[in-house]
């Protein structure tokens, strides 16, 4: 699954779980993990780690 860049890590994030759900990728209750790299366009620099879960229709995940 492929997301444009966003201006924060938190709407691409949103952008990524509302098209997953779509695409029916994701349904509610799945667990699902996001990772990202603070250094945008840096081979290996990916330092965040959040883990979810799937959520209703009004919000995408709800982070743990």
Known sequence: LVI???ES??????AAMTRAKTLGFLKEGD???QTAGTHAGVSGSTDLVKVGIVSSEESPVSMI
């Open 9 to 14: 890590t938190t709407q691409t994030f949103l």
């Open 31 to 33: 667990l699902v993990v």
């Open 4 to 6: 444009p860049q966003h």
